[in-house]
């Protein structure tokens, strides 16, 4: 049967018809979908968000040692995360097949940085697959898994956003049938990697990429594609269907393979050929080895942002080469859109908080989540944001360059607390930190669409489980201050941050209301402006709710715009009214 599936729907059924035992991961976008799709699609698979992709990769590889086969998946950073046991693995190899997917995002369209992860494989060691649309993804997937337990290696499988959320027709096959994982079996200079067993395996890992390069050289991932012989562009992943687009005549070697790399399938291209290109998405990957290799190529150089098949077009042209297909200007719309930047949702309970902090005029080092929203205007008032967790060590860090805490506050959100702002507050009791520390707790992982973690007592297959609860895990870190607060209660948060900044030792805040859209269904109430009481102040527009606007054409005597609130929009959180000197905002009535 043939269906239209995105990269990441085509990876989840992989895993299904690889008849994979443990799926792991920690949700981020672009690589998200795939643990979801496998949670309901797919429930026979033991499928979980891990508090992190460290661990998430450590219970891939548990499976994996007791015989049975595993995927985890994350984003292109999460692979930063989980890189120490990952190099190790590489080393100690596998029982089951282990593959792991890394879900690049060139562009950066959800994301800190754009690291090209092709050089992990390089530099992990582990064999390298790219896929360039859904059916690929499948089978390479599916591949992966072969290779894995033909070479007793991890394998990374990368894909970029393109490849992930884009749809395309999948031929669905049959579910491996597989024995029962063996369960673990003792063989501790394979998998106790101390230095005197890690030197014997290092040894074979170097003998196992031998063997790899071989088979990428003979590899059915690799097509040599010869068509006009004037030009021939080397490439890999979606710069592929970009190439094809672009220039349907040019003769292409499509690795599919990208570690190791086939040095003699190279060559034997760029000798038919008579100029040779390299097309690839950010770093020149592709392009240092060809160079290595002594052949002279050009290089598509598009180390910032993502590539298309436009670039690709302006590249061909400048280049002079014949047979470049023009821009299709129809698929452009030229038509100005209104700029809708990212903004925290009406009646988001992180709002308030910024608000608070703002009017305090603190120091704030940020963390990651929807939270970061509040470094734009209005609020403006996060100061620094790096990785997941770092708020923490951060606002230790300054503390202790300055030895000063009352105008600094550390803020994070209830899944990146999880995820690695823990330790980060162990340091600060162990070093006897001073400063504050506020967890959003909004009960979910808003930012990458809601999903679940520790801290909510739900798993990602639906079950009831324990909650971490945040209070009593500061103090049994022996914090002392510890307080849960409202952020729907600007009085209570401003007396609360107050008294916590002045402590002169650590307090640790946690707020108590969940995101906005694990409510939404029921609307009780949305808030309203009397018209005549309105000043036009415009105080309550430095919250920064997308539900309230100035109204140019509603002016008072003294020109000032006065303002309204879209109840479609409106969540009745009511903090507007909380900080609206006229009294002119109520609970609108009859709602
Ligand atoms: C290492 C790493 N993994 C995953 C992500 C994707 N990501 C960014 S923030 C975030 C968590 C946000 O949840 P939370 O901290 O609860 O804040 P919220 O969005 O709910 O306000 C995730 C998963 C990332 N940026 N880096």
Redesign the pocket.
């Known amino acids: 049967m043939k269906v239209i599936l995105s990269g990441n729907e085509a990876l989840a059924r992989g895993v299904y018809e690889s008849g994979v035992s443990v799926a792991a991961a920690?949700?981020?976008?672009p690589s998200?979908e795939i643990l979801e799709t496998i949670a309901s699609q797919y429930p026979e698979i033991y499928a979980e968000w891990s508090p992190?992709?460290k661990v998430a990769f450590e219970v891939g590889m548990g499976c994996s040692f007791a015989g049975g086969r595993a995927l985890v998946a994350?984003?292109h950073?999460?692979?930063?995360?989980a890189a120490d046991p990952m190099f190790t693995l590489s080393y100690t190899g596998i029982k089951g097949g282990f593959v792991l997917i890394s879900a690049d995002d060139p562009g950066m369209h959800?994301?800190?940085n754009e690291q090209d992860n092709r050089y992990y494989a390089k530099f992990a060691k582990v064999p390298l697959l790219e896929p360039s649309d859904s059916q690929e993804a499948k089978d390479f997937l599916i591949q992966a898994f072969q290779i894995s337990e033909t070479f007793d290696t991890p394998v990374m499988l990368r894909i970029t956003t393109r490849i992930a959320h884009s749809k395309s027709i999948v031929e669905l096959g049959e579910k491996l049938k597989l024995d029962p994982p063996s369960g673990f079996i003792r063989d501790c200079k394979k998998y106790v990697m101390i230095p005197a067993y890690a030197r014997q395996r290092h040894k074979l890992l170097e003998e196992r990429l031998e063997k790899l390069l071989e088979y990428s050289e003979e590899s059915p991932f690799q097509k040599m594609e010869m068509r006009d012989e004037e030009i021939g562009v080397i490439t890999s992943g979606i710069s592929y269907q970009y190439t094809r687009e672009v220039l349907p005549n040019a003769s292409t070697l499509k690795l599919g393979m990208t570690y190791p790399l086939p040095d003699k399938l190279i060559k034997k291209f760029a000798n038919q050929v008579k100029k040779l290109y390299i097309v690839e998405e950010l770093e020149p990957y592709l392009e240092e080895y060809v160079r290595e290799m002594g052949l002279a190529a050009k290089w598509i150089d598009q180390k910032l942002g993502e590539l298309s098949s436009d670039l690709v077009a302006e590249f061909f042209h400048k280049e002079n080469v014949k047979g470049v297909i023009p821009l299709n200007k129809t698929n452009r719309i030229d038509m100005p859109l209104p700029a809708r930047p990212p903004v925290m949702c009406p009646g988001?309970p992180?709002r308030s908080v910024f608000y608070t902090l703002k009017k305090k005029k603190l120091t704030v080092t940020g963390?990651?989540?929807?939270?970061?929203l509040s470094v734009l205007p209005p609020l403006e008032i996060m100061d620094t944001c790096v990785?997941?967790?770092a708020s923490i060590g951060s606002a230790m860090g300054v503390e202790k360059a300055t030895k000063r805490s009352d105008n600094l506050v550390a803020v994070?959100?209830?899944?990146?607390?999880?995820?690695?702002?823990i330790t980060g507050l162990i340091d600060m009791v162990y070093n006897k930190s001073k400063g504050t520390v506020i967890i959003?707790?909004?009960?979910?992982?808003?930012?990458?669409g809601?999903?679940d973690?520790p801290?909510t007592g739900v798993t990602l297959m639906g079950e009831e489980t324990k909650r971490l609860n945040f209070i009593d895990l500061a103090k049994a870190l022996g914090i002392e201050y510890v307080r849960t607060i409202d952020p729907y209660n600007l009085k209570e948060l401003e007396t609360v941050i107050d008294e916590a900044v002045n402590l002169d030792k650590l307090a640790v805040l946690v707020t108590n209301q969940p995101?906005i859209l694990l409510r939404r269904v029921s609307k009780p109430k949305t808030a309203e402006i009397d018209q005549d009481l309105c000043i036009g102040c415009h105080l309550c527009l430095r919250l920064g709710c997308p539900a309230m606007s100035s109204m140019p054409e509603k002016q008072d005597a003294k020109d000032r715009q006065k303002v309204q609130i879209d109840p479609m929009l409106c969540s009745g959180c009511m903090i507007c009214a909380s900080i609206c000197r006229s009294g002119a905002i109520t609970e609108a009535s009859g709602k």
Do not use: W
């Open positions: 920690y949700p981020g976008t998200t992190n992709e994350m984003k950073v999460g692979v930063n995360v959800s994301s800190q988001c992180h963390d990651i989540g929807c939270y970061t990785c997941m967790g994070i959100g209830d899944s990146t607390f999880v995820h690695s702002g959003l707790d909004n009960e979910t992982t808003a930012m990458t809601r999903q973690h801290g995101c």
